[in-house]
């Protein structure tokens, strides 16, 4: 009887992960290698885990483009939203 086994590449909600080769100097390997063992994890997950923390802090901030679409250009929507929102809320009563 065969069992259903977990994929062995950890999966987003994109779809697989991509894999790529990482180069790292003797020393920063020895302690990756070192950190991994002490937390029982595997060293890629701790690499997967910097790199998702380290590209959160810096990505760059973009503001949605919806922000600023219904901006007045006389800057009076404040003062006219009773004309403006007339007509929009019609009440209907059974």
């Known amino acids: 009887m065969a069992l259903w086994r977990r994929p062995t590449l950890p999966y987003t909600?994109?779809?697989?992960?991509?894999?790529?080769?990482?180069?790292?100097?003797?020393?920063?390997y020895r302690r990756l290698k070192a950190l991994a063992?002490?937390?029982?994890?595997?060293?890629?997950?701790?690499?997967r885990e910097a790199?998702?923390?380290?590209?959160?802090?810096?990505?760059v901030a973009v503001a949605p483009t919806s922000i600023g679409k219904g901006r007045s250009r006389t800057g009076t929507v404040a003062e006219r939203s009773?004309?403006?929102?007339?007509?929009?809320a019609t009440s209907r009563r059974r």
């Open 13 to 28: 909600i994109y779809g697989m992960t991509a894999k790529t080769t990482l180069y790292l100097d003797a020393a920063d």
């Open 37 to 47: 063992r002490a937390q029982g994890r595997p060293a890629a997950e701790l690499v």
């Open 51 to 59: 790199v998702a923390e380290y590209t959160r802090r810096h990505a």
């Open 82 to 88: 009773e004309e403006l929102l007339a007509g929009m």
